[in-house]
């Protein structure tokens, strides 16, 4: 089974950015489906952006981060970022990197903490 670890997180104030960085191992890595989750505290974990399994280049956000996050992904490193730009104070949570798969089954790995506060 895939294991995913994440990083990148980080304090940063309102309107600030991070990049958000996503490695696997264990398994094959596929971007179909594949895509980026958080959890802020008391909430319910959310899907954030992800690369649809309709086609590798369709990719679908949530409301909340439209325009401001964009996902991308490496295929000669195996990798998926999350650029996440103009970040917003209830962008606060968690963020976790995980497959169609890992997200029904509740697998999730120790995700990255992202805070943004001034």
């Known amino acids: 089974q895939v294991q995913f670890v994440e990083s990148g997180g980080g304090l940063v104030q309102p309107g600030g950015s991070l990049r958000l960085s996503c490695a696997a191992s264990?398994?094959?890595?596929?971007?179909?489906?594949m895509g980026w989750y958080r959890q802020a505290p008391g909430k319910q974990r959310e899907l954030v952006a992800t690369f649809t399994s309709i086609s590798i280049g369709s990719i679908k956000y949530a409301d909340s981060v439209k325009g401001r996050f964009t996902i991308s992904r490496d295929n000669a490193k195996n990798t998926m970022s999350l650029q996440m730009n103009s970040l917003k104070p209830e962008d606060t949570a968690v963020y976790y990197c995980?497959?169609?798969?890992?997200?029904?089954?509740?697998?999730w790995g120790q995700g990255t903490q992202v805070t943004v506060s001034s």
């Open positions: 995980n497959t169609p798969r890992g997200a029904r089954d509740n697998y």
């Open positions: 264990g398994s094959i890595f596929s971007f179909y489906g």
